[in-house]
């Protein structure tokens, strides 16, 4: 009896397991090339899997992509919850600008971020508004809680895509700012002077 529930479970947790490598696979297939670009042969090919597998745990490609997405938006909220853990009741500004470092901080430990959002934003469809009503919205709606950095509330809108975009462009085009400036975006110090110089920007 014992050995078939830890057989069960083995076998649970290597399903769930396979399960997780797809998605990583569909994440970085997707933001490198898109939901078209991007095939479900190529995806079970990086996750070491076969086709029969990936169809198993995701029965469409649209499925496949959402699952991506609800990962990616999903590490960046723990993310942000470690990195701002104990500001609570810090000022809003002070808060503000660490939420700005924090979010800098993560697309460069994951431009797919960027790329992701860049390719369905781009395009007016049922996966970019599912995106907007699952992911950004909420996003958006609790950007820079307190909202007394930015004076003019209409403003808004372009201080949040000035973030998005000023936040991520250099890790998303990694090769080309190395190509162009000598600068490593992935190296810890200029992630570091990025997170600061983008806060300073936003929040002189």
């Known amino acids: 009896m014992g050995a078939t529930t830890e057989g069960t479970t083995s076998r649970a947790e290597q399903r769930e397991a396979t399960r997780e490598r797809i998605v990583e696979a569909a994440l970085e297939g997707f933001a490198e090339r898109g939901f078209r670009g991007a095939s479900t ?3 079970a090919r990086r996750a070491g899997a076969n086709q029969g597998l990936l169809t198993y745990h995701f ?6 992509w959402r699952a991506a997405a609800d990962r990616i938006f999903g590490l960046l909220r723990k993310s942000l919850e470690e990195q701002l853990e104990g500001l609570e009741f ?3 500004r002070d808060r503000n600008r660490e939420e700005i470092r924090a979010f800098v901080r993560f697309a460069a430990e994951h431009p797919e971020l960027f790329r992701l959002m860049v390719d369905e934003g781009k395009n007016s469809s049922e996966r970019m508004e599912w995106l907007v009503e699952n992911h950004l919205e909420p996003i ?3 950007f820079w809680q307190g909202r007394d950095a930015v004076p003019d509330e209409s403003l808004l809108p372009h201080a949040y895509y000035v973030l998005a975009g000023a936040g991520s462009l250099i890790f998303a085009v990694a090769p080309e700012c190395r190509r162009l400036t000598g600068l490593d975006p992935a190296a810890r110090e200029v992630v570091e002077t990025h997170a600061d110089f983008v806060a300073g920007l936003l929040l002189p």
Do not use: Q
């Not at 029965?59 to 496949?64: E, N, Q, T």
């Open 90 to 92: 810090a000022e809003v």
């Open 41 to 43: 042969r190529d995806i």
């Open 140 to 142: 958006y709606e609790g």
């Open 59 to 64: 029965k469409s490609k649209d499925a496949l």
